[in-house]
């Protein structure tokens, strides 16, 4: 069965906390990408790796540890996009093998994705055919830009995505395929959808499980989308605006809705910067609500009410509907929160995945129930 929704989200800690909160109901119909990001200089310096012989495979073996925690028992995909495609851990097993038996130790259901852009890497076609695929319900091919511009050739296409399917000697009723549009913010709608089409249209012929759509329009950086400090406005949401028109033109393809949460692939957000501007970003119907504060060099208390203040005066607040609404809720009654940058981004998602979840099913009702009517 295909999932409802498909988030590629960071493996950092606000994310974690956020999946902790997910209703059950939700979190059945979620089929996360976690996107493992590269050892950060910070975690570098702790004395935990500094001292260690094996730093990058109990670092793979951390993050698995807190996927674990909130999706054990669950199902996630798993990659290292932002690895060099031939990455190892010390013994020399490849990154992907080791961090996929990581997530299986810790009960986690795994779907490999292999990496269409990456496949020219030999030692990374090795790695991926070597793979292990004993209880994995799925395999997904993850499709990016090289495969648009393939797209534009289809005989260059089509010999790539049947070299990789019969190379994994899988059939693609046995595969997904994610259509990774990635950062989103520069690029006209009518470009994107274009591009979209094209790829939808070479993939048509194959009959795989599902195929996902996803990008995002969040600016990396808070000011790139609110001009204007202590102000608020509306970041439109491309990705849902091509997903709901390619959900309407290939009526005959099981379409996944996919995005970045709430924050794109080239966020500013894990990296430390004291003068960063507080916000919160605020998923409503195809677009972020963007509620900017100030600096937080001079703390997080004294500005988050008002921050909160403007979203939960807003017609399209939920009060209630989430952990992230609530605590937005809290917050503008004055209410003691936690505060800093991992716990706003945490609220933030949190109430983004129940709030896409919900906005893909209204969608898919009307979309049956317009059928209906037509054809009655």
């Known amino acids: 069965m295909a999932p409802k929704y498909l988030p590629i989200l960071k493996s950092l800690t606000s994310e974690f906390e956020a999946s902790k909160h997910i209703d059950a109901a939700h979190a059945a119909v979620i089929h996360p990408l976690f996107d493992v990001p590269v050892i950060s200089e910070n975690r570098q310096k702790a004395k935990k790796y500094q001292n260690s012989l094996t730093p990058v495979s109990d670092y793979l073996d951390e993050v698995a540890e807190s996927i674990g925690k909130c999706w054990k028992g669950g199902l996630v995909l798993a990659d290292a996009f ?54 994995a319900p799925y395999l997904c091919f993850r499709l990016e830009a090289s495969a648009v511009e393939d797209a534009a050739e289809p005989d260059v296409f089509h010999a790539r995505m049947e070299e990789m399917l019969e190379d994994m ?97 080239s966020s500013n957000d894990s990296i430390r910067n004291p003068n960063a501007n507080a916000k919160i970003r605020y998923t409503c119907d195809k677009a972020f609500l963007v509620s900017r ?57 949190s109430h983004h995945l129940a709030f896409v979840v919900e906005e893909v099913r209204e969608f898919e009702r009307v979309l049956v129930s317009t059928a209906s009517a037509t054809t009655a």
């Open 82 to 135: 932002n690895w060099a495609p031939d990455a190892t851990v010390e013994t020399g097993e490849h990154t992907l093998a080791y961090l996929h038996a990581s997530l299986k130790g810790q009960g986690v259901t795994v779907v490999p994705v292999v990496g269409y852009d990456r496949w020219d890497d030999q030692l990374y076609q090795l790695a991926m055919r070597g793979l292990d695929l004993s209880g």
């Open 169 to 265: 000697q899988l059939s693609p009723a046995e595969c997904a395929v994610l259509l990774d549009l990635g950062d989103l913010t520069s690029k006209p709608l009518i470009d994107i959808t274009s591009d979209a089409t094209r790829v939808l249209e070479l993939l048509s012929v194959y009959g795989f499980r599902y195929i996902a759509t996803a990008g995002s329009s969040m600016p990396k950086s808070v000011d790139l989308a609110v001009k204007k400090k202590d102000s608020t406005a509306k970041v439109i949401r491309k990705e849902m605006l091509l997903w709901q028109a390619l959900r309407m033109e290939f009526s005959g393809i099981p379409l996944v809705f996919g995005d970045y949460g709430v924050r794109g692939p």
């Open 293 to 349: 504060g100030h600096s937080v060099a001079g703390g997080w208390a004294l500005q988050m009410p008002k921050v909160a203040t403007e979203i939960a005066n807003a017609k399209e607040f939920l009060p209630g509907f989430s952990w992230g609404d609530q605590i937005i809720a809290d917050c503008s009654n004055g209410l003691p929160v936690k505060n800093g940058h991992t716990k706003w981004i945490a609220y933030d998602t």
